[in-house]
């Protein structure tokens, strides 16, 4: 008998241990006086991270509707205070711009290059400030990118050519547009020769073997500019306007690869959520093509200065970024100082996120939020530069993305320009579009889960 009641106990002593250690959490979490932003208990050393696996920033968005727009969660042993509603933007950034805080990065990114760093400087020191400052006034000026639009506009018109050439034939649009961008961040004709539309290479390849050889190009274009000091000189892209600038090699290699990375995914990904929503919405398709009919009509070569005042044009990319936001949660920025954010005390060195992804799908912000419906666009004056902070697919404040005037030229431009000059159908005659998977794959850049297969055929 007695063996009998050990046995039991030892059976039962996981699930005994489990009740005191949730017991014990919950004591704990719920001291008085701590009024932290509330959330789910988590498991030492562990936190809550074995509810990430759906992706982060849908677990996120299902905490802030069990425990409101402010809410926290422990990854491991760091606290996240979670913004996902306007207003717990807008006292995140209230806290960012009165406390001293440093923006998390991983320890690849650590490398001595913060001082060099965009992405991963951890401070906005005075160096950063200048160096975003440059880029602000000079790579990505409005004067500055009136001048590439016909380097642009040559690289769209040979990405129209290369689909013209693989009618009938099924496509990764994800690589074409990938391929298309890079072509059009050509810094130097170097890059002509690397043919990224072949694409038989991967991304990584490609960019080593590029890199490779810029130590070569600066040091010619260095020895170029020198000659021809005193005299007009003609800057024909971002490597004229860094060395005019002052910026050592190291700079311009680590502007260039942020400038790649950042510039070239997520503009792909955009375009390929976007032609994915109009395949999948006939209403939205038809709209968009009378629009490009009326007010371009039967050319296909289209100019950046076309596409510029086309509202339904400007109104499917937003309802895109709505929807598929490049970076679903904005980078994490912890507070140096514990600080009261929406009434709740909020701890030194706790990680600050906004969730722009669950703003975007919040229905008390949006009517039928997981609906494509461009028109909720058309007559109104929610914008993308960080003044609405329903709608921050390019972030807010001063780590905004300094290159987003760029990317909506280009992905106005290269979507315009597939919509116009092909009709587009899905492998397999598949016609039941509701079959059409939508899945996204989270990641730095957010991404469709599978690549986006079509098969273009030429309107012409």
Known sequence: MFSDHLFILLLLAPVLALIITVRTLTKVVSQPGQN????????????NLAHMLKGPHVYFTELARSYGPLCSVKLGTHLFV?????????????????????????????????????????ECTDHWKLLRSLCRTELFSAKGLDSQSILREKNVDKMVEFLNNKQGKVVNIREVAFATTVNILDFYPIFEGLDPQGLKKKTSEVMNEAFSVWGHVIKERRVKREYQKGSDLDERDFLDTMLRCGFSDLQINQLAVELFSGGTHSTASTIEWALAELIKNKEAMFMLRNELDKEIGSTTCIKESQVSQLPYLHAC??????????????????????????????????????????????????EDPVSFKPERFCDSSVDFKGQDFKFLPFGVGRRMCPGYPYAIKQIHLMLASLVRNFDWFLPNNMEDLSKLDMTENFGIISQRKKPLMVIPKCKC
Do not use: C
């Open 36 to 47: 932290h932003p509330p959330g789910p208990y988590s498991w030492p050393v562990l936190g």
């Open 82 to 122: 979670i913004g996902s509603s306007p207003m717990a933007a807008t006292e995140i950034m209230k806290a960012h711009d009165r406390l001293p805080t440093y923006r998390w990065v991983p320890k690849a990114g650590q490398d001595g290059l913060q001082d060099y760093s965009l992405i991963w400087a951890t």
């Open 317 to 366: 990319v937003k309802e895109t970024l709505r929807l598929h936001p490049p970076a679903p949660l904005l980078h994490p920025q912890a507070i140096l100082e514990g600080s009261k954010i929406m009434n709740y005390n909020v701890p030194k060195n706790s990680q600050l996120i906004i969730n722009v992804w669950a703003m975007g799908r919040d229905p008390s912000l949006w």
